[in-house]
């Protein structure tokens, strides 16, 4: 008997993985059956120079305990729109994966599931404001969301993209932005801020370091919020001027980091 394997599109994708400390590793094997790694939705049709991956974005949300019921969301710092097309699907309780999109449907493990896979939450309407001090970000945020399903009228007031410098930001901005968030509580900044690793130099790096301070001086005028960061720079909490109340460390594309939770 002949095994024949399309390399382009098998019937089934086997995952090898190997684990453990070099003095133990072990060899891990499975099939995968949800169409590829987590952090690759799909939704990202383009991006800039350092997005944020994905599975991150969705930790940093759920580590800044927000609740989407009764705060609002800010991206001050969107770039694509990783951030804030997370919260939109975690808000909701959305599937990663719809049904129809899976592979392997046919196999006897998979009979009888159902078709669709309908949002956990189907009556939360999140307040999310997306934001960037670049102007070419906007049409790039506007892009991925409409790939994402999250455009058009049903999410015109739900999910809010701008231009704004970061620095600039005040809550009366905030309120103008998003009018159905004044009745709500004080809400949530998730962002994913430069780390400086393609800033070089003195001169470089006192900007960033600048930059960081501004940010702290500016979510300081919203009392009562939260804050919650990823960054992979270790002189960021004495530059932002707050002191974190959770701090968990982690990587984005081989820098180690650390998530960051504020009360602002």
Same mark, same amino acid.
């Given at each position: 008997?002949?095994?024949?394997?399309?390399?382009?599109?098998?019937?089934?994708?086997?995952?090898?993985?190997?684990?453990?400390?070099?003095?133990?590793?072990?060899?891990?094997?499975?099939?995968?059956?949800?169409?590829?790694?987590?952090?690759?939705?799909?939704?990202?049709?383009?991006?800039?120079?350092?997005?944020?991956?994905?599975?991150?974005?969705?930790?940093?949300?759920?580590?800044?305990?927000?609740?989407?019921?009764?705060?609002?969301?800010?991206?001050?710092?969107?770039?694509?729109?990783?951030?804030?097309? %997370? $919260?939109?699907? =975690?808000?909701?309780?959305? &599937?990663?994966? #719809?049904?129809?999109?899976?592979?392997?449907?046919?196999? *006897? @493990?998979?009979?009888?599931?159902?078709?669709?896979?309908?949002?956990?939450?189907?009556?939360?309407?999140?307040?999310?404001?997306?934001?960037?001090?670049?102007?070419?970000?906007?049409?790039?945020?506007?892009?991925?969301?409409?790939?994402?399903?999250?455009?058009?009228?049903?999410?015109?007031?739900?999910?809010?993209?701008?231009?704004?410098?970061?620095?600039?930001?005040?809550?009366?901005?905030?309120?103008?932005?998003?009018?159905?968030?004044?009745?709500?509580?004080?809400?949530?900044?998730?962002?994913?801020?430069?780390?400086?690793?393609?800033?070089?130099?003195?001169?470089? %790096? $006192?900007?960033? =370091?600048?930059?960081?301070? &501004?940010?702290? #001086?500016?979510?300081?005028?919203?009392?009562?919020?939260? *804050? @919650?960061?990823?960054?992979?720079?270790?002189?960021?909490?004495?530059?932002?001027?707050?002191?974190?109340?959770?701090?968990?460390?982690?990587?984005?594309?081989?820098?180690?980091?650390?998530?960051?939770?504020?009360?602002?």
């Amino acid at each position: 008997m002949t095994a024949v394997v399309d390399a382009d599109s098998p019937e089934i994708v086997f995952v090898v993985r190997r684990s453990g400390t070099p003095d133990s590793r072990r060899t891990v094997v499975g099939i995968d059956i949800g169409s590829g790694a987590r952090h690759r939705r799909g939704a990202r049709v383009a991006s800039g120079p350092a997005p944020l991956r994905e599975t991150l974005a969705a930790q940093l949300i759920m580590l800044s305990r927000w609740d989407a019921r009764s705060e609002p969301l800010v991206d001050p710092m969107a770039g694509g729109g990783t951030i804030p097309i %997370e $919260a939109a699907g =975690l808000a909701v309780g959305a &599937a990663i994966r #719809r049904p129809p999109d899976l592979p392997f449907r046919h196999l *006897a @493990a998979f009979k009888g599931l159902p078709n669709e896979a309908p949002d956990l939450f189907p009556g939360t309407v999140p307040q999310i404001l997306a934001l960037d001090i670049k102007e070419e970000s906007v049409p790039t945020m506007i892009g991925n969301l409409r790939a994402a399903g999250l455009s058009g009228p049903s999410y015109k007031d739900s999910i809010v993209v701008g231009q704004k410098d970061v620095r600039a930001l005040t809550p009366s901005y905030v309120a103008g932005m998003l009018p159905r968030a004044r009745d709500m509580k004080p809400g949530v900044f998730c962002f994913n801020p430069p780390y400086g690793v393609r800033i070089g130099g003195e001169e470089g %790096e $006192a900007k960033l =370091l600048g930059l960081y301070g &501004a940010m702290g #001086r500016a979510l300081g005028r919203f009392r009562g919020w939260r *804050a @919650a960061c990823f960054v992979a720079n270790r002189r960021f909490v004495e530059a932002f001027g707050h002191s974190p109340v959770m701090t968990k460390p982690a990587s984005n594309a081989e820098l180690p980091g650390a998530f960051l939770v504020y009360e602002l």
